[in-house]
């Protein structure tokens, strides 16, 4: 990826990573982008770097705008390593007494990471910076994910530098929301939901600082994927109804099956939440990614959880999921659980103390059947997924 002039005078010089499929236990099977900005004034400034491999190519996209070494200022809105892992070397280039600007959790996660006795300037929330013609406020955004994250934004251009928030995992020449189209809502979506789901109150939070504020946003340019230059309002919009978690008229039947016994069971209820008009999807586990999983859980109103029983246990899929589910602690859920077992059926007590534990607002009963459902246990399955039905449409009144 070339550098290229976003407004006058400001560039996006990051990196595409074509090859990534896994990002901490998230599957990115488009590959990413590490964002970076230069800003060309009085004084020149770099926002943010990329990841340790990609530091020859991100200096070669600020050679084709200005020699690296006339870089005055180094700004970094969040420390994590996808964003910072070049930061040593892009600092020799750029001499290493120049100063380098984060918030204060930013100082202490950079020191921690690299011992190098840099030039920090610990910004203040709402500190502003003048670079010549523009003004660069800082924006302290707290655990939008980690402790360090903050936002910079340049009031001249109407430019927010995000960091991770309104990001996405997307790799494509595509370098705005005008020319990739609306499908990038989907990777925006499964960004949301599996990165910042956990941090929904204090996205609402910020989102209501911004509006109170009165920053007028032409631009939102995140360290991940596409610059949303057309319709910034469309991602901010999503973020307010994707942290609100109110759900949808949809329910989701998340399972494992070992000889086809919990399937049987999970397409019949599926087919019954949607005799009460609500959408279903019976989603297999080893079919489908925990993240993608977690994608369809975000604007679901009801997620119905199975298993067979394995050694007087949930299986191990189903548990892995439920593990990083409950890390991501999605809220007004409605939840169920169902399985097969042959013996001693432990599992459907099990899945339901894990929702239980994540708040989810539990039915009254589970179900369980023995081995192979016959043409009744299918016929209760039917009549298990409509009582969910119901619940969901009431719920939504």
């Not at 081995?371 to 009144?397: Q, T």
Request: proline share 3%; glycine share 6%.
């Amino acid at each position: 990826m070339n550098a290229v002039e976003i407004a006058k005078g400001v560039y996006s010089v990051g990196v595409i990573d074509w090859n990534i499929r896994d990002f901490h236990g998230y599957s990115v099977e488009n590959g990413s982008t590490y964002n970076a900005f230069l800003i060309v004034d009085e004084k020149v400034v770099l926002i943010d770097t990329v990841k340790k491999g990609f530091e020859d190519q991100l200096l070669a996209n600020i050679a084709q705008v200005i020699d690296p070494k006339k870089i005055d200022i180094m700004i970094s809105n969040h420390t994590e390593m996808d964003h910072s892992g070049s930061l040593p070397r892009i600092m020799h280039a750029i001499g290493e007494d120049k100063p380098l600007y984060c918030s204060k959790m930013g100082q202490k996660n950079l020191s921690e990471h690299f011992k190098q006795p840099w030039k920090y300037h610990a910004v203040e929330n709402g500190e502003t910076l003048d670079i010549g013609s523009r003004s660069l406020t800082f924006l302290e955004t707290r655990m939008l994910h980690w402790p360090d994250s903050m936002f910079t934004y340049c009031k001249e251009d109407k430019i927010l530098f995000s960091s991770d928030a309104f990001g996405q995992h997307y790799a494509g020449f595509e370098l705005f929301d005008d020319v990739v189209g609306h499908t990038i809502m989907s990777h925006a979506k499964k960004y949301f939901a599996n990165i910042l789901m956990l941090y929904t109150a204090k996205i609402l939070k910020v989102l209501e600082q911004v509006r109170e504020s009165g920053l007028e946003i032409d631009m939102i340019c995140p360290d991940h994927g596409i610059i949303w230059r057309k319709e910034p309002e469309k991602i901010i919009a999503a973020y307010d109804k994707w942290s609100r978690q109110a759900g949808e008229k949809k329910a989701i039947v998340v399972y494992d099956t070992m000889w086809h016994s919990t399937q049987k069971m999970a397409e019949a209820i599926a087919s019954g939440i949607a005799a009460e008009g609500v959408f279903a999807k019976p989603v297999h586990i080893r079919s489908s990614h925990r993240s993608d999983i977690m994608t369809e859980v975000l604007d679901a109103k009801a997620v119905v959880v199975g298993s067979p029983t394995l050694n007087n246990n949930i299986f191990p899929t189903v548990s892995d999921v439920l593990t990083y589910m409950k890390g991501l602690k999605p809220k007004n859920k409605i939840g169920a659980a169902f399985g097969s077992y042959g013996w001693s059926g432990e599992s459907v007590k099990l899945i339901r103390a894990e929702l239980e534990a994540m708040k989810f607002d539990m039915m009254a009963s589970d179900l369980r059947v023995q081995y192979v459902p016959d043409d009744a246990g299918l016929e209760s399955c039917v009549a298990f997924g409509r009582e969910i039905g119901r619940a969901v449409n009431k719920a939504l009144e």
